[in-house]
Protein backbone atom coordinates (compact mmCIF):
# COMPACT_ATOMS: atom_id res chain seq x y z
CA UNK A 1 0.00 0.00 0.00
CA UNK A 2 1.20 3.59 -0.98
CA UNK A 3 2.65 6.15 1.92
CA UNK A 4 0.01 8.00 2.23
CA UNK A 5 3.05 10.65 2.73
CA UNK A 6 3.90 10.50 -1.31
CA UNK A 7 0.07 10.28 -2.21
CA UNK A 8 -1.95 14.14 -3.58
CA UNK A 9 -5.61 13.80 -2.88
CA UNK A 10 -8.26 15.42 -5.63
CA UNK A 11 -11.45 16.66 -4.25
CA UNK A 12 -14.27 15.55 -6.45
CA UNK A 13 -17.66 18.05 -5.78
CA UNK A 14 -19.97 15.32 -7.55
CA UNK A 15 -22.86 17.92 -8.09
CA UNK A 16 -20.22 20.01 -10.51
CA UNK A 17 -17.96 17.42 -11.78
CA UNK A 18 -19.80 16.15 -14.73
CA UNK A 19 -23.47 15.59 -16.07
CA UNK A 20 -23.92 12.01 -17.83
CA UNK A 21 -28.02 12.25 -17.98
CA UNK A 22 -28.30 15.90 -19.27
CA UNK A 23 -30.52 16.75 -15.87
CA UNK A 24 -27.70 19.48 -15.16
CA UNK A 25 -26.97 17.88 -12.27
CA UNK A 26 -23.15 16.38 -11.73
CA UNK A 27 -23.38 12.54 -11.21
CA UNK A 28 -21.40 9.08 -10.59
CA UNK A 29 -21.75 7.99 -13.54
CA UNK A 30 -20.18 11.54 -14.87
CA UNK A 31 -17.59 10.81 -12.19
CA UNK A 32 -16.57 7.02 -14.16
CA UNK A 33 -16.36 8.99 -17.57
CA UNK A 34 -13.68 10.80 -16.48
CA UNK A 35 -11.67 8.13 -14.61
CA UNK A 36 -8.67 7.67 -17.47
CA UNK A 37 -8.35 11.90 -17.32
CA UNK A 38 -7.95 11.58 -13.32
CA UNK A 39 -5.46 8.61 -13.61
CA UNK A 40 -3.78 10.51 -16.62
CA UNK A 41 -3.63 13.71 -14.02
CA UNK A 42 -1.33 11.78 -11.54
CA UNK A 43 -3.52 11.78 -8.63
CA UNK A 44 -3.63 9.05 -6.35
CA UNK A 45 -6.73 9.19 -3.49
CA UNK A 46 -10.16 10.79 -4.37
CA UNK A 47 -11.98 12.46 -2.04
CA UNK A 48 -15.88 12.96 -2.89
CA UNK A 49 -17.69 15.45 -1.18
CA UNK A 50 -21.08 13.57 0.06
CA UNK A 51 -22.84 11.51 -2.05
CA UNK A 52 -25.41 10.27 0.20
CA UNK A 53 -29.26 10.49 0.16
CA UNK A 54 -29.61 14.54 1.32
CA UNK A 55 -32.87 16.64 0.73
CA UNK A 56 -29.71 19.31 0.11
CA UNK A 57 -30.48 21.87 2.81
CA UNK A 58 -26.70 22.09 2.63
CA UNK A 59 -25.79 20.20 -1.00
CA UNK A 60 -25.46 16.51 0.58
CA UNK A 61 -23.60 17.68 4.19
CA UNK A 62 -27.28 16.93 5.45
CA UNK A 63 -27.34 13.69 5.04
CA UNK A 64 -31.00 11.99 5.61
CA UNK A 65 -29.61 8.23 5.09
CA UNK A 66 -25.82 7.29 5.53
CA UNK A 67 -26.13 3.87 3.32
CA UNK A 68 -27.96 5.55 0.67
CA UNK A 69 -27.32 6.86 -2.97
CA UNK A 70 -28.72 10.57 -3.32
CA UNK A 71 -30.82 9.68 -6.49
CA UNK A 72 -29.70 12.36 -8.68
CA UNK A 73 -26.48 11.32 -8.46
CA UNK A 74 -27.11 7.52 -9.10
CA UNK A 75 -27.53 4.18 -7.79
CA UNK A 76 -25.47 2.00 -5.44
CA UNK A 77 -24.91 0.06 -9.01
CA UNK A 78 -23.44 2.96 -9.98
CA UNK A 79 -21.32 3.40 -6.99
CA UNK A 80 -19.77 -0.06 -6.90
CA UNK A 81 -19.06 0.63 -10.26
CA UNK A 82 -16.55 3.73 -9.59
CA UNK A 83 -15.31 1.88 -6.72
CA UNK A 84 -13.95 -0.80 -8.60
CA UNK A 85 -13.24 1.38 -11.96
CA UNK A 86 -11.61 3.78 -9.94
CA UNK A 87 -9.48 0.44 -8.12
CA UNK A 88 -8.58 -0.43 -11.65
CA UNK A 89 -6.49 2.49 -12.39
CA UNK A 90 -4.98 2.21 -9.13
CA UNK A 91 -6.78 5.36 -7.55
CA UNK A 92 -8.23 5.37 -4.21
CA UNK A 93 -11.21 6.36 -3.66
CA UNK A 94 -12.28 8.21 0.12
CA UNK A 95 -15.88 9.37 1.28
CA UNK A 96 -17.43 12.29 3.08
CA UNK A 97 -18.05 11.48 6.62
CA UNK A 98 -20.68 13.84 8.09
CA UNK A 99 -21.16 12.53 11.60
CA UNK A 100 -21.49 16.00 13.73
CA UNK A 101 -25.18 16.18 12.46
CA UNK A 102 -27.80 14.74 10.39
CA UNK A 103 -30.86 15.65 7.95
CA UNK A 104 -33.57 16.46 10.18
CA UNK A 105 -34.61 14.37 7.78
CA UNK A 106 -33.23 11.55 8.72
CA UNK A 107 -35.30 8.39 10.02
CA UNK A 108 -33.40 9.38 13.56
CA UNK A 109 -34.23 12.88 13.70
CA UNK A 110 -38.00 11.99 12.32
CA UNK A 111 -37.89 9.24 15.71
CA UNK A 112 -36.81 11.42 18.01
CA UNK A 113 -38.67 14.54 17.74
CA UNK A 114 -41.54 12.22 18.15
CA UNK A 115 -41.48 12.19 21.92
CA UNK A 116 -39.22 12.54 24.85
CA UNK A 117 -39.66 8.28 25.05
CA UNK A 118 -38.64 7.38 21.82
CA UNK A 119 -35.82 4.92 21.59
CA UNK A 120 -34.06 7.39 19.22
CA UNK A 121 -34.35 10.74 21.67
CA UNK A 122 -30.90 10.83 22.74
CA UNK A 123 -29.64 10.64 19.24
CA UNK A 124 -29.84 13.94 19.14
CA UNK A 125 -29.10 16.87 21.86
CA UNK A 126 -32.28 18.12 23.47
CA UNK A 127 -33.04 20.81 26.30
CA UNK A 128 -36.04 22.04 28.02
CA UNK A 129 -37.25 25.64 27.54
CA UNK A 130 -36.70 27.13 30.52
CA UNK A 131 -36.12 30.52 30.47
CA UNK A 132 -35.28 30.03 26.82
CA UNK A 133 -33.26 29.52 24.75
CA UNK A 134 -30.50 27.10 26.60
CA UNK A 135 -27.54 28.86 25.72
CA UNK A 136 -26.81 31.75 23.48
CA UNK A 137 -24.90 29.41 21.25
CA UNK A 138 -24.86 30.36 17.87
CA UNK A 139 -24.51 28.36 14.62
CA UNK A 140 -22.75 28.87 11.19
CA UNK A 141 -25.72 29.76 9.02
CA UNK A 142 -28.83 30.64 10.96
CA UNK A 143 -28.77 32.57 14.20
CA UNK A 144 -29.21 30.66 17.43
CA UNK A 145 -28.04 27.75 17.17
CA UNK A 146 -31.01 26.19 19.48
CA UNK A 147 -34.26 25.48 17.72
CA UNK A 148 -37.74 24.77 19.53
CA UNK A 149 -39.66 22.03 18.31
CA UNK A 150 -43.21 22.10 19.30
CA UNK A 151 -44.52 18.44 19.23
CA UNK A 152 -42.36 18.21 22.75
CA UNK A 153 -41.75 21.89 23.45
CA UNK A 154 -37.95 21.25 23.97
CA UNK A 155 -34.96 22.64 21.99
CA UNK A 156 -33.01 21.06 19.82
CA UNK A 157 -28.83 21.89 19.11
CA UNK A 158 -28.06 22.68 15.20
CA UNK A 159 -24.62 24.23 15.11
CA UNK A 160 -25.28 24.52 11.44
CA UNK A 161 -28.56 24.83 9.43
CA UNK A 162 -31.90 24.56 11.12
CA UNK A 163 -32.05 21.37 8.82
CA UNK A 164 -28.51 19.91 10.47
CA UNK A 165 -29.30 18.48 13.95
CA UNK A 166 -26.04 17.68 16.11
CA UNK A 167 -26.20 13.78 16.85
CA UNK A 168 -25.13 12.99 20.37
CA UNK A 169 -22.26 11.13 20.88
CA UNK A 170 -22.88 10.93 24.52
CA UNK A 171 -25.11 8.41 23.44
CA UNK A 172 -23.50 4.75 23.11
CA UNK A 173 -25.77 3.50 20.95
CA UNK A 174 -25.57 6.28 18.36
CA UNK A 175 -21.73 5.48 18.18
CA UNK A 176 -22.09 1.94 17.55
CA UNK A 177 -24.48 2.98 14.54
CA UNK A 178 -22.00 5.14 13.22
CA UNK A 179 -19.37 2.80 13.24
CA UNK A 180 -21.43 -0.26 12.28
CA UNK A 181 -21.91 2.45 8.83
CA UNK A 182 -18.49 3.12 8.70
CA UNK A 183 -17.38 -0.61 8.05
CA UNK A 184 -20.55 -0.98 6.08
CA UNK A 185 -18.50 1.47 3.53
CA UNK A 186 -15.00 0.09 4.56
CA UNK A 187 -16.94 -3.90 3.94
CA UNK A 188 -17.33 -2.61 0.21
CA UNK A 189 -13.76 -1.41 -0.20
CA UNK A 190 -13.83 2.14 0.28
CA UNK A 191 -10.31 3.44 0.83
CA UNK A 192 -11.43 5.77 3.93
CA UNK A 193 -12.75 8.87 5.08
CA UNK A 194 -12.51 12.66 4.63
CA UNK A 195 -14.51 13.38 8.49
CA UNK A 196 -16.56 16.83 8.36
CA UNK A 197 -16.23 19.25 11.36
CA UNK A 198 -14.81 16.36 13.29
CA UNK A 199 -13.75 18.63 16.89
CA UNK A 200 -16.73 19.41 16.90
CA UNK A 201 -18.52 15.63 18.11
CA UNK A 202 -18.06 16.13 21.62
CA UNK A 203 -19.88 19.15 23.36
CA UNK A 204 -19.64 20.67 26.98
CA UNK A 205 -22.09 18.84 28.90
CA UNK A 206 -22.60 21.93 30.87
CA UNK A 207 -23.50 23.89 28.37
CA UNK A 208 -22.24 27.02 29.34
CA UNK A 209 -22.86 29.99 27.58
CA UNK A 210 -19.75 31.76 25.43
CA UNK A 211 -17.07 33.20 27.78
CA UNK A 212 -17.34 37.01 27.90
CA UNK A 213 -15.63 38.68 24.87
CA UNK A 214 -16.16 35.80 23.09
CA UNK A 215 -19.99 35.73 21.92
CA UNK A 216 -20.65 33.49 18.64
CA UNK A 217 -16.74 31.89 18.64
CA UNK A 218 -17.91 28.89 17.38
CA UNK A 219 -14.20 27.68 17.58
CA UNK A 220 -15.32 27.13 21.16
CA UNK A 221 -17.61 24.39 19.80
CA UNK A 222 -14.24 22.29 18.72
CA UNK A 223 -12.26 19.70 20.95
CA UNK A 224 -14.99 19.31 23.64
CA UNK A 225 -14.08 17.12 26.37
CA UNK A 226 -14.62 14.07 25.23
CA UNK A 227 -13.57 14.11 21.50
CA UNK A 228 -10.24 12.22 22.07
CA UNK A 229 -11.79 9.52 23.83
CA UNK A 230 -14.38 9.09 21.24
CA UNK A 231 -11.69 9.39 18.14
CA UNK A 232 -10.02 6.37 20.05
CA UNK A 233 -12.89 4.53 19.90
CA UNK A 234 -13.25 4.96 16.56
CA UNK A 235 -9.86 3.77 16.16
CA UNK A 236 -10.58 0.64 18.47
CA UNK A 237 -13.85 -0.45 16.91
CA UNK A 238 -13.16 0.76 13.40
CA UNK A 239 -10.30 2.30 11.80
CA UNK A 240 -7.63 0.11 13.33
CA UNK A 241 -8.95 -2.74 11.61
CA UNK A 242 -8.13 -1.96 8.28
CA UNK A 243 -4.91 -1.17 8.33
CA UNK A 244 -4.37 0.87 5.02
CA UNK A 245 -7.49 3.24 5.70
CA UNK A 246 -7.07 6.60 5.16
CA UNK A 247 -8.31 8.94 7.85
CA UNK A 248 -8.76 13.20 6.90
CA UNK A 249 -10.35 15.28 9.69
CA UNK A 250 -11.42 18.44 9.28
CA UNK A 251 -9.71 20.58 11.93
CA UNK A 252 -11.87 23.54 12.51
CA UNK A 253 -11.11 25.26 15.86
CA UNK A 254 -7.74 23.27 16.28
CA UNK A 255 -4.88 24.92 16.60
CA UNK A 256 -1.35 24.09 15.77
CA UNK A 257 -0.40 23.16 19.43
CA UNK A 258 -2.99 21.08 19.27
CA UNK A 259 -2.88 18.73 16.09
CA UNK A 260 -1.13 16.25 17.23
CA UNK A 261 -3.70 15.22 20.13
CA UNK A 262 -5.52 14.24 16.71
CA UNK A 263 -2.82 12.80 14.57
CA UNK A 264 0.07 12.03 16.57
CA UNK A 265 1.91 8.68 15.87
CA UNK A 266 0.88 6.70 18.54
CA UNK A 267 -2.27 8.38 19.45
CA UNK A 268 -4.61 6.02 17.81
CA UNK A 269 -6.73 8.35 16.30
CA UNK A 270 -6.73 9.95 13.03
CA UNK A 271 -3.74 9.61 9.98
CA UNK A 272 -4.20 13.75 8.70
CA UNK A 273 -6.09 16.82 9.83
CA UNK A 274 -6.39 20.00 7.66
CA UNK A 275 -6.54 23.34 9.32
CA UNK A 276 -8.47 26.33 8.70
CA UNK A 277 -5.52 28.96 9.81
CA UNK A 278 -5.29 30.27 6.06
CA UNK A 279 -9.07 29.65 5.04
CA UNK A 280 -11.08 32.50 4.38
CA UNK A 281 -12.61 33.76 7.32
CA UNK A 282 -16.12 33.48 6.58
CA UNK A 283 -18.63 34.17 9.55
CA UNK A 284 -22.08 35.90 8.84
CA UNK A 285 -21.36 39.58 9.09
CA UNK A 286 -18.03 38.99 7.20
CA UNK A 287 -20.50 39.90 4.09
CA UNK A 288 -20.86 42.88 5.32
CA UNK A 289 -17.31 43.50 7.06
CA UNK A 290 -14.71 41.48 4.49
CA UNK A 291 -11.62 41.01 6.32
CA UNK A 292 -8.58 41.97 4.69
CA UNK A 293 -7.21 39.05 2.24
CA UNK A 294 -3.49 36.97 3.76
CA UNK A 295 -0.19 38.77 2.80
CA UNK A 296 2.30 36.37 1.26
CA UNK A 297 4.45 36.79 5.57
CA UNK A 298 1.27 35.72 7.23
CA UNK A 299 0.62 32.60 4.88
CA UNK A 300 3.96 31.65 4.79
CA UNK A 301 4.33 32.00 8.71
CA UNK A 302 1.14 29.56 8.45
CA UNK A 303 2.88 26.78 6.90
CA UNK A 304 5.74 26.99 8.67
CA UNK A 305 4.11 27.13 12.25
CA UNK A 306 2.12 23.92 11.19
CA UNK A 307 5.11 21.84 10.11
CA UNK A 308 7.20 22.94 13.78
CA UNK A 309 4.47 22.28 15.65
CA UNK A 310 3.64 18.64 13.82
CA UNK A 311 7.14 17.63 15.00
CA UNK A 312 7.74 19.09 18.49
CA UNK A 313 6.16 17.70 21.51
CA UNK A 314 5.46 14.37 23.20
CA UNK A 315 2.74 13.22 20.50
CA UNK A 316 5.00 14.01 17.96
CA UNK A 317 5.20 13.15 14.57
CA UNK A 318 2.18 14.04 13.23
CA UNK A 319 1.58 14.50 9.50
CA UNK A 320 -1.10 16.88 8.02
CA UNK A 321 -3.19 17.09 5.48
CA UNK A 322 -2.34 20.82 3.14
CA UNK A 323 -4.40 23.10 0.73
CA UNK A 324 -5.15 26.30 -0.84
CA UNK A 325 -8.84 25.53 -1.43
CA UNK A 326 -11.79 23.20 -1.24
CA UNK A 327 -15.52 24.04 -1.70
CA UNK A 328 -15.54 25.97 1.22
CA UNK A 329 -13.31 28.96 -0.20
CA UNK A 330 -13.11 30.69 -3.48
CA UNK A 331 -10.96 30.06 -5.79
CA UNK A 332 -7.42 29.92 -5.41
CA UNK A 333 -6.27 31.80 -8.42
CA UNK A 334 -8.50 34.34 -7.76
CA UNK A 335 -7.23 34.35 -3.91
CA UNK A 336 -3.44 34.89 -3.91
CA UNK A 337 -3.13 34.49 -7.99
CA UNK A 338 -3.31 36.71 -11.03
CA UNK A 339 -6.21 34.96 -12.87
CA UNK A 340 -6.49 37.63 -15.58
CA UNK A 341 -2.84 38.98 -15.98
CA UNK A 342 -0.67 35.80 -15.29
CA UNK A 343 -3.20 33.00 -15.67
CA UNK A 344 -0.92 30.38 -16.69
CA UNK A 345 2.27 32.04 -14.29
CA UNK A 346 0.43 32.54 -11.28
CA UNK A 347 -1.81 29.29 -11.51
CA UNK A 348 1.38 27.05 -11.62
CA UNK A 349 2.90 29.17 -9.04
CA UNK A 350 0.60 27.52 -7.11
CA UNK A 351 0.66 24.52 -8.59
CA UNK A 352 4.69 24.18 -7.36
CA UNK A 353 4.40 25.63 -4.22
CA UNK A 354 1.56 23.62 -3.18
CA UNK A 355 2.97 19.96 -4.10
CA UNK A 356 6.55 21.04 -3.27
CA UNK A 357 5.19 21.66 0.37
CA UNK A 358 5.38 19.24 3.15
CA UNK A 359 2.42 17.72 3.79
CA UNK A 360 -0.29 15.44 1.63
CA UNK A 361 -1.91 17.85 -0.65
CA UNK A 362 -5.14 18.07 -1.65
CA UNK A 363 -6.04 19.20 -5.22
CA UNK A 364 -9.88 20.81 -5.55
CA UNK A 365 -11.30 19.96 -8.97
CA UNK A 366 -10.71 22.93 -11.49
CA UNK A 367 -7.46 23.89 -9.84
CA UNK A 368 -5.55 22.34 -12.85
CA UNK A 369 -6.96 24.40 -14.99
CA UNK A 370 -7.09 27.52 -13.59
CA UNK A 371 -10.73 27.55 -12.82
CA UNK A 372 -11.39 31.01 -11.05
CA UNK A 373 -13.81 33.26 -9.60
CA UNK A 374 -17.06 33.67 -11.28
CA UNK A 375 -18.99 36.96 -11.42
CA UNK A 376 -22.15 36.58 -9.85
CA UNK A 377 -24.26 39.09 -10.87
CA UNK A 378 -27.47 38.99 -8.59
CA UNK A 379 -28.23 37.22 -5.11
CA UNK A 380 -30.75 35.03 -7.59
CA UNK A 381 -27.32 33.68 -9.04
CA UNK A 382 -26.24 31.91 -5.67
CA UNK A 383 -27.05 28.81 -4.55
CA UNK A 384 -25.25 28.09 -1.27
CA UNK A 385 -27.10 28.29 2.32
CA UNK A 386 -24.67 30.75 3.94
CA UNK A 387 -24.82 33.58 1.46
CA UNK A 388 -28.45 33.65 0.89
CA UNK A 389 -29.28 33.28 4.75
CA UNK A 390 -26.30 35.77 5.02
CA UNK A 391 -28.77 38.22 3.27
CA UNK A 392 -31.81 37.18 4.22
CA UNK A 393 -30.21 38.64 8.45
CA UNK A 394 -28.40 41.39 7.12
CA UNK A 395 -29.49 43.02 3.70
CA UNK A 396 -33.03 41.83 3.22
CA UNK A 397 -34.69 43.76 6.31
CA UNK A 398 -34.19 47.24 4.37
CA UNK A 399 -32.78 46.41 1.63
CA UNK A 400 -30.39 49.39 1.65
CA UNK A 401 -28.79 50.09 -1.54
CA UNK A 402 -25.19 50.64 -0.01
CA UNK A 403 -25.47 47.18 1.68
CA UNK A 404 -26.80 45.49 -1.38
CA UNK A 405 -23.97 46.43 -2.96
CA UNK A 406 -21.43 46.23 -0.20
CA UNK A 407 -22.82 42.30 0.44
CA UNK A 408 -22.59 41.15 -3.31
CA UNK A 409 -19.39 42.50 -3.75
CA UNK A 410 -18.09 40.96 -1.06
CA UNK A 411 -19.80 37.51 -1.93
CA UNK A 412 -17.51 38.14 -5.02
CA UNK A 413 -14.52 37.60 -3.07
CA UNK A 414 -15.31 35.32 -0.74
CA UNK A 415 -18.89 33.01 -1.83
CA UNK A 416 -18.28 28.90 -1.14
CA UNK A 417 -20.43 29.42 -4.56
CA UNK A 418 -17.23 30.16 -6.40
CA UNK A 419 -15.42 26.71 -5.87
CA UNK A 420 -18.65 24.81 -6.59
CA UNK A 421 -19.79 26.68 -10.59
CA UNK A 422 -19.53 23.27 -13.15
CA UNK A 423 -15.91 21.81 -13.75
CA UNK A 424 -15.20 23.52 -17.18
CA UNK A 425 -14.24 20.21 -19.79
CA UNK A 426 -14.83 21.87 -23.04
CA UNK A 427 -15.64 25.10 -25.32
CA UNK A 428 -18.85 23.49 -26.07
CA UNK A 429 -21.97 24.97 -24.55
CA UNK A 430 -22.36 24.71 -20.83
CA UNK A 431 -18.32 23.89 -20.68
CA UNK A 432 -19.22 20.81 -21.47
CA UNK A 433 -20.48 19.88 -18.17
CA UNK A 434 -23.86 18.58 -19.22
CA UNK A 435 -25.37 17.73 -22.76
CA UNK A 436 -28.64 18.98 -21.08
CA UNK A 437 -29.80 22.82 -21.22
CA UNK A 438 -29.37 24.12 -17.87
CA UNK A 439 -26.59 23.74 -15.16
CA UNK A 440 -27.53 23.23 -11.50
CA UNK A 441 -25.16 26.22 -10.92
CA UNK A 442 -24.16 28.84 -13.63
CA UNK A 443 -21.14 28.09 -15.31
CA UNK A 444 -18.14 30.43 -15.10
CA UNK A 445 -18.61 32.70 -18.74
CA UNK A 446 -14.56 32.37 -19.29
CA UNK A 447 -14.93 28.07 -20.20
CA UNK A 448 -14.15 29.17 -23.81
CA UNK A 449 -10.45 30.20 -22.67
CA UNK A 450 -10.17 28.23 -19.59
CA UNK A 451 -11.41 24.39 -20.35
CA UNK A 452 -9.43 20.92 -19.95
CA UNK A 453 -9.72 20.19 -23.64
CA UNK A 454 -7.85 23.21 -24.67
CA UNK A 455 -5.36 22.79 -22.04
CA UNK A 456 -4.69 18.69 -23.30
CA UNK A 457 -2.42 19.63 -25.83
CA UNK A 458 -0.22 22.73 -25.64
CA UNK A 459 2.61 21.78 -23.62
CA UNK A 460 2.70 25.37 -22.33
CA UNK A 461 -1.18 24.82 -20.17
CA UNK A 462 -1.76 24.70 -16.58
CA UNK A 463 -2.93 21.06 -16.98
CA UNK A 464 0.01 19.32 -18.29
CA UNK A 465 2.22 21.82 -15.60
CA UNK A 466 0.07 19.42 -13.04
CA UNK A 467 0.75 16.29 -14.89
CA UNK A 468 4.29 17.01 -15.14
CA UNK A 469 4.76 18.55 -11.66
CA UNK A 470 2.45 15.47 -10.35
CA UNK A 471 4.67 12.97 -11.88
CA UNK A 472 7.68 14.37 -10.65
CA UNK A 473 6.81 14.76 -7.51
CA UNK A 474 5.47 11.10 -7.21
CA UNK A 475 9.43 9.85 -7.81
CA UNK A 476 11.30 12.41 -5.99
CA UNK A 477 11.56 11.10 -2.14
CA UNK A 478 12.35 14.39 -0.89
CA UNK A 479 8.88 15.99 -1.58
CA UNK A 480 7.25 13.10 0.44
CA UNK A 481 9.41 13.24 4.02
CA UNK A 482 11.55 15.36 3.90
CA UNK A 483 12.19 18.50 6.31
CA UNK A 484 10.87 22.00 5.55
CA UNK A 485 12.74 25.54 6.36
CA UNK A 486 11.47 28.85 5.13
CA UNK A 487 14.48 30.85 3.77
CA UNK A 488 13.05 34.04 3.41
CA UNK A 489 9.95 34.16 6.08
CA UNK A 490 9.90 37.80 5.84
CA UNK A 491 10.20 38.54 2.26
CA UNK A 492 7.51 40.55 1.16
CA UNK A 493 6.48 38.79 -2.34
CA UNK A 494 8.97 35.86 -2.90
CA UNK A 495 8.21 32.21 -0.93
CA UNK A 496 11.56 30.52 -0.57
CA UNK A 497 11.80 27.27 1.46
CA UNK A 498 14.14 24.29 1.17
CA UNK A 499 12.86 20.35 1.89
CA UNK A 500 15.89 18.46 2.68
CA UNK A 501 16.72 15.08 2.66
CA UNK A 502 19.10 12.19 2.01
CA UNK A 503 18.24 11.38 -1.19
CA UNK A 504 18.08 14.92 -2.30
CA UNK A 505 17.89 18.64 -0.90
CA UNK A 506 15.35 20.83 -3.05
CA UNK A 507 14.36 24.52 -2.89
CA UNK A 508 11.29 26.27 -4.38
CA UNK A 509 11.37 29.68 -5.15
CA UNK A 510 7.83 31.36 -6.37
CA UNK A 511 7.28 34.79 -6.90
CA UNK A 512 4.15 35.96 -5.99
CA UNK A 513 3.97 39.31 -8.11
CA UNK A 514 4.28 40.77 -11.26
CA UNK A 515 7.46 42.89 -10.51
CA UNK A 516 10.98 41.13 -11.07
CA UNK A 517 12.85 40.19 -8.02
CA UNK A 518 16.64 39.64 -8.09
CA UNK A 519 16.99 35.81 -7.18
CA UNK A 520 18.34 35.99 -3.35
CA UNK A 521 21.45 34.26 -2.56
CA UNK A 522 19.61 31.49 -0.14
CA UNK A 523 19.25 30.30 -3.32
CA UNK A 524 21.47 27.72 -4.47
CA UNK A 525 21.85 24.80 -7.40
CA UNK A 526 20.69 23.79 -10.36
CA UNK A 527 17.30 24.72 -11.80
CA UNK A 528 15.61 21.52 -12.56
CA UNK A 529 11.93 22.79 -13.06
CA UNK A 530 10.03 25.56 -13.50
CA UNK A 531 6.77 28.27 -15.65
CA UNK A 532 9.54 29.68 -17.60
CA UNK A 533 11.54 28.33 -20.24
CA UNK A 534 15.69 29.19 -19.61
CA UNK A 535 14.90 29.76 -16.12
CA UNK A 536 18.17 31.53 -15.08
CA UNK A 537 18.67 35.30 -13.83
CA UNK A 538 16.05 37.92 -12.13
CA UNK A 539 13.00 35.53 -11.00
CA UNK A 540 9.67 37.49 -13.59
CA UNK A 541 6.23 38.24 -13.10
CA UNK A 542 4.80 34.74 -11.24
CA UNK A 543 7.98 32.95 -11.71
CA UNK A 544 8.72 30.08 -9.79
CA UNK A 545 11.59 27.32 -9.92
CA UNK A 546 12.57 24.47 -8.29
CA UNK A 547 16.26 23.83 -7.65
CA UNK A 548 18.25 20.92 -6.97
CA UNK A 549 21.42 20.99 -4.80
O1 LIG B 1 -17.37 22.76 6.95
C1 LIG B 1 -17.27 23.15 8.27
C2 LIG B 1 -16.80 24.51 8.54
O2 LIG B 1 -16.51 24.75 9.65
C3 LIG B 1 -16.71 25.57 7.53
O3 LIG B 1 -16.11 25.21 6.37
C4 LIG B 1 -17.99 26.25 7.27
O4 LIG B 1 -18.90 25.51 6.52
C5 LIG B 1 -17.80 27.53 6.50
O5 LIG B 1 -16.53 27.97 6.59
C6 LIG B 1 -18.75 28.53 7.06
O6 LIG B 1 -18.14 29.75 7.22
C7 LIG B 1 -17.94 21.52 6.70
C8 LIG B 1 -18.15 21.33 5.23
O7 LIG B 1 -16.91 21.35 4.57
C9 LIG B 1 -19.10 22.38 4.73
O8 LIG B 1 -19.28 22.33 3.34
C10 LIG B 1 -20.41 22.16 5.43
O9 LIG B 1 -21.29 23.19 5.10
C11 LIG B 1 -20.25 22.11 6.94
O10 LIG B 1 -19.15 21.33 7.38
C12 LIG B 1 -21.46 21.49 7.58
O11 LIG B 1 -21.49 20.11 7.33
CA1 LIG C 1 -27.03 14.20 -13.80
Not at 131 to 156: H, I, K, M, R, V
Not at 194 to 221: A, C, N, W
Not at 337 to 366: C, I, K, M
Request: hydrophobic share 35%.
Amino acid sequence: MPDIRSSVIYQIYPRSFADSNGDGIGDLRGIISKLDYLADLGVDVLWLSPIFQSPNADNGYDISDYEAIMPEFGTMTDFDELLAQAHQRGLRLILDLVVNHSSDEHRWFQESRKSKDNPYRDYYIWQPPGGGLPTNWQSFFSGPAWDLDETTGEYYLHLFAKKQPDLNWENPALRQEIYRMMRFWLDKGVDGFRMDVIPFLSKDQDFPDYPEGRFGDLTIHANGPRIHEFLHEMHQEVLGHYPSVITVGEGFGVSAEQANLYVGDRREELQMIYHFDHAVPREEHRFLNPAPEFTLPELKAIFAKWNTALDTGEDAPGWQNIYFGNHDNPRILSRFGDPERFHYESATVLATVLLTQRGTPSLYQGDELGMSNCLFEDISEFDDIQVKNAWAALVAPDMDPAKQMQFLKTANRIARDHARTPMQWSDAPHAGFTTGSTTWLKVNPNYPTVNAAGQDSPPRSVLNYYRQLLRWRKQTPTLHTGTYRDLLPEHPTLWAFERAHESGTFVTVANFSEERVVLPAEVEGKAVLGNYAEPDGDLRAWEVRVYVH
